[in-house]
């Protein structure tokens, strides 16, 4: 079953970081990445830029609205995800809990929907 592990931390901790330790989480980044492809887990993943550079849209009776920012403002951001393939959401969470981000801020693991067999239980 496919997991999405949604990546959140305080952006302005990281800011405070130094070349050498946000070039440490990276290399650590990567080589989770790789650890969990070796062992079929990985299917996508991506880091985000920060949230200065996100926009919000929303359309109500048609008309398209475009805030700057995320949609909420929150202790922690959204900082990228981890798409997994997992057995059970407890091997799901045990993998999340291998991602280093998760040292500063949370890892939400939620299973993926497929809406063609949703649509079939109805």
Not at 41 to 50: C, R
Request: hydrophobic letters at 40%.
């Amino acid at each position: 079953m496919k997991y999405l592990a949604l990546v959140y931390y305080d952006e302005n901790i990281m800011k405070k970081m130094s070349q050498q330790e946000w070039d440490a989480l990276n290399r650590e980044c990567i080589d989770c990445v790789a650890n969990l492809q070796t062992n079929g887990h990985f299917l996508a993943g991506a880091p985000l830029y920060t949230t200065d550079q996100a926009r919000t849209v929303r359309v109500r009776d048609g008309k398209a609205m475009v805030t700057d920012g995320p949609f909420a403002e929150t202790k922690e951001q959204l900082a990228g995800y981890y798409l997994l393939e997992a057995t059970d959401q407890s091997e799901a969470v045990r993998l999340a809990q291998k991602i280093p981000p998760a040292r500063y801020g949370s890892v939400e693991v939620r299973p993926i929907r497929d809406l063609l067999a949703d649509e079939n239980k109805l």
